[in-house]
């Protein structure tokens, strides 16, 4: 009894010390015990993993080959490391034969992909601009209408990894998250997303799964960092600094645009052949029939707007993906420049988080085919999946369910059941 006296004494005498000791042994104590529910994740995504690799393939197949395009400079250099603890060991005990290439610099992605041979599947593992740049390269290609049916994987190494959230399920562990990722790669389920096709005049064309963007939100957005000093209260001082230096922040364009577009049936499911007589019946009458007359299509009426906008976005609807969806078109949201400083604010805090959210008041225009027209000077950049280009007048076109994406299945399920 007198030692543990003793001992409350000495804490009570050295409280600063006993404070600050009790705080490290807290904090360390909760860091070895994350790292070790971490572990726990990666060994049961590895079992899971294994029983795929121990499925007997038939003599005359050959192992898949999957191709790994790897960002190391994502999420601040840390993917190579991130991807080397727990996604490589799930896609090696899945039987797949993996290819990693690693990209040195910015836009060597698109470079890679003119080069690569055939694959059974193709994976990215990084944040939106390598998913951008291997899009782009793949569809580049001289084959692409061959190449672009060979299904992708995304694993989100990332500090942006917008599309994460329509392919897997949302977690707040990193760990669980890139290991959930992968093995909805082994699992084998795919939906189909659609494609911005962007041209300039001159450029090649750039392509897009998520959305462009013009407009100040953007451009102060691309500022942010610049006041790190501020802490969690850097966004609005962004904000705030923008209005100070110019007001109205108005964006003047000129849109000409084509409307959706009907969406043809899906012939992915091979329909049950007829009966041999009725096959017969058919030629017999095909044969004999006079010969139809093409009835010429007149082209869709295109519609011009003149915008005034504090920003204007393009975006795909992978974000709120309906796989059930009749017509095929992508979103334009116009967003008035008649807003006050006090919205301009609090709008662009929540567009932070948000980029893809598009305000009640704004103009919303639903479009398969557009003509961007700018003005010559000032057009500033855009955001093309969250990478900067300059600003120019471009052509946007739709490629509806142009790729196909590995999806976690039971947030399949979850869109299948929406889109009823």
Known sequence: MARVLKV???LRNHWKKSLFGASVVSYGGHWLYGKHCDNLLRRAACHEAREFGRQVIPAHMLVKKATVILNPAACNRKAANLFEKNAAPILHLGGYEVTLVKTDYEGQAKKLLDLMEPTDL???AGGDGTLQEVVTGLLRRPDQASISKTPIGFIPLGSQNSLSQTLHSPSDNRVKHITDATLSILKGDTVPLDVLQIKGEKDQPVFALT???????????????KYWYLGPLKSKAAHLFSTLKEWPQSHKASLTYQGPTPRPPDLT????????????????????APPEQEV????????????????????????????????????VCVEPDTLSKGDFISTGSIKMKDPSMCPESALQLMASRLHLSLPQEGAGFYNIDNEAYEAMPVEVMLLPRKLHFFCNPARKQELLSEAQ
């Open 296 to 331: 010429p299509q007149e082209p869709e009426p295109l519609e011009e707007v003149e915008v005034s906008a504090v920003e204007l976005s393009i975006a795909t609807q992978n974000s709120n993906l309906n796989l059930k969806r009749t017509e095929d078109a992508l979103t």
């Open 211 to 225: 959305a462009l963007r013009w407009g100040a939100y953007r451009d102060v957005a691309a500022n942010v960092s």
């Open 122 to 124: 193709l994976i990215v």
């Open 8 to 10: 409350l004494q000495t």
């Open 269 to 288: 499911e091979n329909p049950p052949r007829p009966p041999l007589l009725t096959r017969i019946i058919n030629r017999l009458s095909l044969y004999w």
